[in-house]
């Protein structure tokens, strides 16, 4: 029972923290941060952002972590 209950903390903690991110989804100027690569043309559109993807990956690999770490 005690993993149960771990797992059910993790899982509310992840829930608690997406909620937030939606919460604040317009505030957070993803896709629009310095190193964000857009090219705009009179048909033609291409976004590339880089500095969001790190960004994200970096709060991921961050989350991704703690809840493993909680898990043990």
């Known amino acids: 029972m005690p ?3 771990r797992v059910l903390i993790a899982v509310g903690v992840a829930m608690l923290l997406v ?3 939606l ?5 957070i100027p993803l ?7 857009v ?7 291409c976004a ?3 500095a969001t993807m790190l960004l994200v990956s970096v ?3 961050i989350v991704l972590n703690v809840i493993a770490r909680l898990g043990r």
């Open 3 to 5: 993993e149960l209950g």
């Open 19 to 21: 909620g937030v991110l």
């Open 23 to 27: 919460t604040f989804v317009g505030r």
């Open 31 to 37: 896709g629009r941060l310095p190193g964000d690569i």
């Open 39 to 45: 090219v705009q043309r009179e048909n033609f559109t």
């Open 48 to 50: 590339v952002p880089l």
């Open 59 to 61: 709060l991921l690999t």
